[in-house]
Nanobody
Framework: QMHLVESGGGLVQAGGSLRLSCVAS????????MGWFRQAPGKEREFVAA????????YHADSVKGRFTISRDNAKNTMYLQMNSLKPEDTAVYYC????????????????????WGQGTQVTVSS
């Protein structure tokens, strides 16, 4: 099991930028896919972005495409989420998550697919 710790959240005005980081510790694997999810008050946790081990495949929710970019640096065991052109509706607690992918592939957009979760970092976008 991997231990995940997020950082980088904060308060920003609409149109601003933030970069979230997620540091992973524990047994690493080339099968380990990672993702970002977010949860606003009173809402379900939703998929934001995901990335495979090598970084060659990335996926972004339609709501963040063109504004957010997921990336990872395996030498640093760190995943990032660069968030630009932030909107008030992006306000949420952001969680990083990870799971190993086997031959059946990954339902990367589903929370139930992920075994490891961070504690979350608050992002607040003011209008």
């Amino acid at each position: 099991q991997m231990h995940l710790v997020e950082s980088g959240g904060g308060l920003v005005q609409a149109g601003g930028s933030l970069r979230l980081s997620c540091v992973a510790s524990g047994r690493t694997s080339s099968r380990y896919m990672m993702g970002w999810f977010r949860q606003a008050p009173g809402k379900e946790r939703e998929f934001v972005a995901a990335i495979n081990w090598s970084g060659t495949n990335t996926y972004h929710a339609d709501s963040v495409k063109g504004r957010f970019t997921i990336s990872r640096d395996n030498a640093k065991n760190t995943m990032y989420l660069q968030m630009n052109s932030l909107k008030p509706e992006d306000t949420a607690v952001y969680y990083c998550a990870g799971h190993e992918v086997w031959s059946s592939g990954s339902y990367y957009w589903k929370t139930t697919e992920y075994d490891d979760w961070g504690q979350g970092t608050q992002v607040t976008v003011s209008s």
